[in-house]
């Protein structure tokens, strides 16, 4: 039973994730659609990439390492993996509220970032205020599949680790793993019998 609960949890812990890793495909899609719009409006120059494009990617690039993460711990459901991954989507949680608290508390909140000579900023910013419902539903739902990411951490977990071991010949299975029988002494020998001492 716990081995079943197990496999549908890891599996559930997989499915959210991959629905984290499309949006961070998303994000860095977006980001290359920003940089190509960029270079055309500029025709070239040397001017860089501004903040913006270059937060967009770092995000995506960012949230993908963490989804990939979270898939090895998923797959593995090793303790370590399980709290790093924990720890890096708590952590990525953390930073979204203090952005969006920032956002919403702070009536100045655009003086905290520095300015955006592409003017993408601003039509995102734009584009956020024209469709603010389904914005906020979006964010929700993101914020609810990470938040869905780090219970199933939490109950992958608390069921521990494989219990179950197979092997293919008694040489793979070593008194080490049979604390019982750590004092035994077979009584036979295999082989050819040793004379002396």
């Known amino acids: 039973m716990m081995r079943m609960l197990r496999i549908c949890i890891q599996s559930l812990l997989k499915l ?16 290359i659609w920003m940089i190509r719009a960029w270079h055309r409006q500029i025709h070239h120059s040397d001017y860089p990439a501004p903040w913006f494009i270059y937060t967009m990617l770092g995000l995506g690039v960012t949230l993908c390492v963490i989804t990939c993460s979270g898939h090895i711990a998923a797959e593995t459901a090793n303790g370590c993996c399980l709290y790093c991954y924990l720890v890096l989507v708590v952590f990525l949680i953390m930073l979204e509220g203090a952005v969006t608290m920032d956002v919403f508390l702070n009536r100045n909140w655009e003086e905290d970032f520095p300015k955006d000579p592409s003017g993408n900023f601003n039509e ?17 739902s993101i914020v609810s599949i990470q938040g869905l990411c780090a219970v199933f951490t939490l109950v992958l977990k608390g069921l521990g680790p494989h219990r179950e071991r197979y092997y ?11 604390p019982l029988l750590r004092n035994y002494q077979p009584a036979y020998v295999v082989g050819a019998p040793v004379y002396g001492t």
């Open 124 to 140: 995102f910013k734009d584009f956020i205020k024209e469709n603010f419902d389904m914005c906020k539903w979006v964010g929700l």
């Open 168 to 178: 293919d010949s008694d040489e793979e299975y070593t008194l080490d793993e049979a």
């Open 16 to 31: 959210v994730n991959s629905l984290m890793a499309m949006f961070g495909m998303g994000m860095i899609l977006y980001g």
